[in-house]
């Protein structure tokens, strides 16, 4: 019999490494030796803080590029560079230093901040929390996915995938080990893109896909 689904909660902890860039060039040679963490926060940090502006640039890098070098055509381009799409941070490390070094040959003038406007490298740390809640059956599961904190979403789809040796997310990998008969929920599960949307409506997409399999038990 399969251990039961331990539900966690998580905060996403900023961690400043002193490091900052204050153009496109320092920006791109900053990214070529920061730790992996730096790009994980910058990426994913943006979904457990509360938004303010800038909501069409899913990442820091890119509400950067358009809040402060003013440089529409790269915030775009690295608002469409998607963490899911790269098979671990080092990938995506290689995926943004493109994008930046092809903007470089394109342009005469190097996009500058102003002094107060530069990008601060922040890591991340993740600090988790055990809720006591365990989950025995898929029904069970199914019931719990819309009460679930923010927090608990982003640990057990997203954070997961650099936990577990698949990449996968927590859900997936639990409803197949309950056994095959779960091997299509698990799948549509894992097909989602977390990256393009908001916590609260991931928890709803989740809520929705385990209402369609309709579970008994």
Not at 11 to 35: C, F, K, P, Y
Not at 89 to 99: A, H, K, P
Not at 143 to 162: K, P, Q, T, V
Request: glycine share 4%; charged share 25%; proline share 3%.
């Amino acid at each position: 019999m399969a251990d039961p689904f331990a539900v966690k909660d998580c905060a996403l902890i900023a961690i400043s490494t002193g490091t900052h860039a204050q153009n496109l060039r320092e920006l791109r040679d900053r990214l070529e030796t920061v730790h992996p963490g730096c790009i994980y926060y910058h990426f994913w940090g943006g979904l457990l803080r509360p938004q303010f502006d800038e909501p069409e640039y899913m990442n820091d890098f890119a509400a950067w590029s358009w809040r402060s070098l003013h440089d529409t055509r790269l915030a775009e381009r690295l608002a469409l560079v998607d963490p899911t799409r790269s098979k671990d941070i080092e990938d995506l490390r290689r995926w943004l230093i493109e994008v930046i070094e092809q903007r470089l040959d394109e342009i005469d003038y190097i996009p500058w901040s102003k002094a107060a406007h530069q990008f601060h490298f922040a890591r991340s740390q993740i600090v988790v929390f055990d809720t006591h809640v365990r989950i025995q059956h898929a029904k069970k599961l199914q019931e719990r996915i819309s009460r679930m904190s923010l927090g608990s979403i982003f640990y057990h789809f997203i954070d997961a995938r650099r936990r577990t040796e698949q990449g996968n997310n927590d859900f997936s990998q639990w409803l197949l080990s309950l056994g095959e008969e779960y091997a299509d929920l698990a799948g549509t599960i894992a097909a989602i893109d977390p990256y393009f949307t908001t916590l609260a409506s991931l928890r709803n997409e989740l809520d929705a896909v385990f209402k369609i399999y309709n579970l008994e038990r």
